[in-house]
């Protein structure tokens, strides 16, 4: 068990059965009370950022959490098949646990997988992917309005809006955070 | 993070125009022992051992009352004190504390006082205090009406810690294994309470419940309040001033709870002060307050670290 002096940034824990992960916290002791830790914290399983008042003494359960870089090697109909990288290890994750993520994770990219009890709970993506475009309409030359964009397929299948500018077999770069086209990096 | 040569200069304006202020207020400067037989008995003040028996003071308010029993009715004094196991922002192991009490005179006199001399403050700071949000007068309020504002249910001061957690847990606090009346009330204040008055302008918070009474007394209209006010601003607890309790045989029996409460929490257990409790049948009714120097000198100067506006402010404590 830990207790509230062992409280640093990125300290897993366990509350109301769910793992998380500190993300600040701050010695606090109001008027002539107990010693507090003002404590924020991101569930690792859903993202959601809570903030609790950790007294002095009070105990917290470590979280059984553990990150593993693997790489994503191919789909069969329900999971994705992921390979760790240091022990080529491979594991099926179901694809419901993958989420949306799916969209801007192709073949042999390294992501972050999150293990809770021994399961792996989430992936993570790098929060940018180069891509080339696998199909999209020709743009129309002269068409240059700022802001005018049209649809573009990448590997994976995802649709994302891209300039007009743009053409298959053009590389680009993506943020998987919000799925939105950044830059041109290459010409087919 | 240490204190800049722009920092410690107007840290001594500040320490500077403090003292003239008190002097010009009729207060007579002392200076009590550091060094201690009896440091502060309170429940969760940790003191730093300093040696064959002693230990380093948490606060002068023992060896103060004393003088204000032995006939000094106006006294201040600017002293470093130490509390063990407390880092953080607004906390150093070791600080400065400006203590004065008043004889004679009701606990809003020291409202008073502390207004003014945040004001004075800042000034000496060469800040506006209208800028601060110091010029208007300070907001006075009470604990329940803060509860009742904030927190989702009442609070009283008579209610047992069992009822006192069964209301918190509905109001959708999270109490963690807390049970003792004052963790409970701490657990909502932080969760509920805190964050509104960082938010709000400079305030008093008067009439705290009788189970966090300190050394202070009872309110003679409501017992189940004590007469006692903390001063908040700028998001930092400035400020804590109580009606003093003058009854020994209250004092008595409140030290003796205070001493078992740290025994059964494996706390060092401090010798009762004797003679403060044969002081007290001979001080008149007065009113005393401590306010944090340190976090009087971030608030003018805007600095959000403990560290920041003391010389080597870096180096630890204990």
Sequence with gaps: ??????????????????????????????????????????????????????????KLEPADVET????????????????????????????????????????????????????????????????????????????????????????????????????????????????????????? | MVASRETLEARARILRAVRSWFEAQGFLEVDTPARVRSPGQEVHLDALPAGRGHWLITSPEYHMKRLVAAGLPRIVQIAKCWRDNESGP?????????????????????ADDSEALLRVAAAAAGRDPAALGLAAPFARTTVRDLWARHAGFAIGGDEDAAALRAKAMAAGVAVGTAVAWDDLFYQVFLDRIEPNLA?????????????????????PADPRVVERFELYAGGLELANAFGELTDAVEQRRRFEEEARLRAARGRDVYPIDEALLAALPRMPPTAGIALGFDRLVMLVLGLGDIAEVAAFGDERVG
């Design chain 1, 1 to 58: 068990m830990y207790d509230t002096s062992d409280i640093r940034k990125g300290l897993k824990i366990m509350i109301d059965g769910a793992p998380y992960t500190i993300v600040e916290f701050q010695f606090v002791k109001p008027g002539k009370g107990a010693a507090f830790t003002r404590t924020k914290m991101k569930n690792l399983l859903t993202g959601a950022v809570l903030e609790r008042n950790l007294r002095s003494g009070d």
């Design chain 2, 90 to 110: 607004h906390h150093r192991g070791e600080f400065t504390m400006v203590e004065w009490y008043r004889a004679n005179a009701p606990l809003e006199a020291l």
């Design chain 2, 199 to 219: 938010a709000a302008g400079p305030t008093f918070v008067f009439d705290w419940p009788a189970p966090l009474a300190a050394l202070a007394r009872p309110k």
């Design chain 1, 68 to 188: 593993k870089t693997m790489q994503y090697l191919y789909a069969d109909a329900d999971s994705f098949i992921f390979m760790d990288t240091t022990t080529y290890d491979q594991v099926n994750i179901p694809k419901g646990t993958v989420g949306e993520s799916a969209d801007f994770m192709p073949e042999n990219i390294n992501v972050e997988v999150l293990f809770f009890n021994g399961r792996a709970v989430a992936v993570s993506l790098p929060n940018f992917i180069e891509q080339a475009i696998v199909e999209t309409d020709p743009g129309f030359r002269g068409d240059t309005a700022t802001g005018a964009t049209k649809p573009a397929k990448i590997s994976t299948g995802a649709s994302i809006n891209v300039p007009l500018f743009i053409n298959v077999g053009d590389v680009i770069k993506i943020d998987t955070r919000t799925g939105q086209y950044l830059e041109r990096l290459s010409r087919a």
